[in-house]
């Protein structure tokens, strides 16, 4: 019990002690030992690496799980040691709800067909998906995780250390500075009566300041060192992100070039279908194509030729017009139509002898021939 309460008030003294000190730094009234200036530059780059590193750290996160929920989740089971279950991706789960769709609608109806080739696709997207994250994971975000919890607590550690055996080198210096003062106070002003006394008193106070010093100085030393080389392995550290960095950046890329080469295949397989079962997005295409005469089509008559219909001399009818929301963007493919944007309200009216795949759209005073397809007539 003695010997918890003498440690106990010895831990007190020392806090006390370098509290003192501490503010007396603060205050102007004491001196600072000073680190040169390359241990200051290490520890500058030490803290920049460690701010970048965390960001950098945060937002993969965001990148990789954008969910904050999963990812909260997900660091319960790594705190837990648990392993955290398989997750569905979204791409995989909107592949089997539109498999599911086109049971439910008919596999054999155009929209159906369509359903499954796309959800076949989409659940690839999702499985490429997957595995990007989780090679992402182990290659750039763990390692930056661990220089966070590991090197960089261990540095932190040994950096408060040093500091802590700062304060009390510069109090051991306090003390032999007010030691020698008292000393040479007493030389010029001496007591005759009790001279040899205080004197030696004065000198042996001198003397264990002195060796309190020469013993703090070797322990910072010591530390200094120890903190030193722990700060010049960042550079290591660079070194090992640096390539993290690029086995993640050759993960995206795969990543990508998959996604890139399943939707080629999937337009190829769309492209494949008849026109009239095509969704709209991908009839822009055939529309163009009718639009434009090429060697086979000539002589061949377009619903949508412009000798037809001559759009400058159409005018809108008394009653008949109606309001519209545009579905989808379309380019027009000559001066007969009008290009449209996506989510716009135009007025549409149909002429006598017009094809009924077609309209008559008006934006203001823009007039031109629009596909009924790209369009939500309203009421």
């Not at 030696?200 to 264990?208: I, K, M, R, T």
């Not at 290009?339 to 017009?354: C, F, K, Q, R, W």
Request: aromatic share 8%; charged share 25%.
């Amino acid at each position: 019990m003695d010997f918890n309460v003498k440690k106990l008030a010895s831990g007190a003294g020392l806090f006390f002690t370098r509290a003192v000190q501490f503010t007396e730094e603060k205050l102007g009234q004491a001196e600072k030992t000073e680190l040169d200036a390359h241990f200051e530059n290490l520890m500058s780059r030490a803290d920049c690496t460690k701010h970048w590193t965390e960001k950098i750290f945060r937002q993969t996160e965001v990148l990789l799980q954008p969910n904050p929920s999963a990812r909260i989740e997900e660091f319960f089971y790594e705190k837990l040691d648990m392993k955290a279950p398989s997750r569905v991706t979204n791409g995989e789960l909107l592949g089997q709800y539109m498999e599911d769709a086109a049971k439910e609608f008919g596999s054999e109806t155009p929209y159906g067909n369509t359903l499954i080739k796309v959800g076949e696709c989409e659940r690839r997207l999702g499985a490429a998906e997957r595995e990007f994250l989780q090679t992402s994971a182990i290659s750039f975000l763990t390692p930056l995780r661990n220089f966070l919890e590991g090197d960089w607590r261990t540095i932190s550690k040994e950096r408060r250390l040093l500091e802590n055996l700062r304060l009390d080198l510069d109090a051991c210096k306090t003390r032999l500075k007010k030691a020698k003062l008292a000393e040479a106070k007493a030389a010029m002003a001496p007591d005759f009566q009790e001279t040899r006394p205080r004197n030696y008193v004065l000198s042996a106070s001198a003397s264990a300041a002195e060796h309190e010093l020469r013993v703090a100085q070797t322990e910072f030393d010591r530390q200094a060192e120890v903190t030193r080389l722990l700060l010049e392995g960042i550079s290591s550290t660079h070194v090992n992100h640096l390539r993290c960095l690029n086995e993640f950046v050759e993960a995206q890329a795969a990543y990508y070039k998959q996604c890139h080469f399943h939707m080629q295949e999937l337009q190829k397989e769309l492209g494949s279908l008849p026109t009239k079962l095509l969704p709209n997005a991908f009839a822009l295409n055939s529309t163009h194509a009718m639009a434009t005469p090429g060697p086979a089509s000539e002589g061949i008559t377009s619903p949508v030729e412009t000798d037809t219909l001559k759009i400058e001399e159409v005018q809108a009818p008394a009653t008949g017009t109606r309001k519209a929301k545009v579905l989808y963007d379309y380019d027009a493919a000559d001066s007969s139509e009008l290009s449209l944007l996506a989510d716009e309200l135009i007025t549409v009216y149909t002429v006598p002898g017009m094809d009924s795949d077609w309209l008559i759209g008006e934006r203001g005073n823009q007039k031109g021939k629009v596909p009924v397809t790209y369009l939500e007539l309203l009421s």
